[in-house]
């Protein structure tokens, strides 16, 4: 083999693994995305690539960032924006982390089914998950003291509920945390005291009862119109300059129109659509 003939098989070869890489994303993260959301947009991001493999591992927000950070994963898949520790993190590592919005999505506060309660204030919500109000006499329903099930910690969707129904206030201390909202919705509805949240996508399939709030039923169109109260953005996050061609390709693909279509599909309300009820320019 000639100087020439060597080089054209050299590139050849590297082209293949350019393509071989191309193929594969990694993604951590959020368990609001990857409960339900993240594997229908991969079934259908996949369906018409089979050689692609696209890998999801659902914690919660923050191990998906430190992942990211670490170099462990291509999209870090998030429920909340940044904090402070993780900025501080990524400058320290010189890393810019990028914020790619992908849709909305609300958290439910649900009940046991055999509760008389079907409908609580944002007040209410407030006071009972902070521990103001403990019994649900004072709440409309039945003279027992109310169980209070929260997301771990870790979780985006701890920080999440706390900002947007309980004004940053601290959970009453004996609230009990819990790692996924199945685990939330499965002791809620062994309790009939119990109240808790999980994704408004959701509560169709699991075994408890959502309430409204301020009257205002968990939908898509409720939070399309900016009327329910508990819901918020969410997002991937790359690092900006290091971001693979396969992982850029993923991101398009849920930003698209047949991506959005899944998401809305899953119960998530659009990208544009809850910005454009507010005539906002879509982030």
């Not at 706390?162 to 062994?190: C, F, G, M, N, W």
């Amino acid at each position: 083999m000639n100087t020439r003939q060597l080089f054209f098989t050299t590139c050849l070869l590297a082209g293949w693994v350019v393509i071989a890489a191309a193929q594969q994303v990694a993604i951590k993260g959020s368990n609001t995305f990857g409960e339900e959301l993240g594997p229908r947009l991969i079934g259908s991001f996949t369906a018409a690539r089979p050689d692609w493999r696209v890998e999801l591992e659902s914690r919660n927000t923050g191990h998906g960032v430190q992942a990211l950070l670490d170099g462990d994963c291509d999209i870090a898949a998030a429920s909340r924006s940044l904090n402070e520790d993780e900025l501080r993190l990524a400058r320290s590592r010189n890393i810019t982390l990028r914020s790619h919005s992908i849709g909305y999505y609300g958290l439910a506060v649900v009940v046991n089914k055999e509760s008389k309660v079907r409908n609580l204030s944002d007040r209410q919500v407030r006071d009972i998950f902070s521990g103001a109000v403990k019994t649900w006499s004072m709440a409309g329903g039945a003279d027992a003291p109310i169980t209070v099930h929260i997301s771990s910690p870790a979780a985006g969707t701890y920080l999440g509920f706390q900002e947007l129904a309980l004004e940053k206030r601290p959970y009453r201390e004996d609230a009990v945390q819990h790692a996924s909202y199945a685990e939330i919705a499965r002791a809620v509805s062994e309790d009939r005291n119990a109240i808790g949240f999980v994704a408004m996508s959701m509560t169709p399939h699991l075994p408890v009862r959502a309430v409204t709030i301020n009257g205002v039923a968990p939908t898509s169109i409720a939070v399309s119109d900016d009327l329910y109260p508990f819901a918020r953005m969410l997002r991937f996050y790359t690092a900006k300059g290091r971001e693979t061609p396969a992982a850029l390709e993923f991101i398009r693909y849920v930003r698209s129109t047949e991506g959005q279509n899944v998401l809305e599909q899953a119960g998530f309300v659009r990208r544009f659509q809850r910005r454009l009820s507010l005539g906002m320019e879509t982030p």
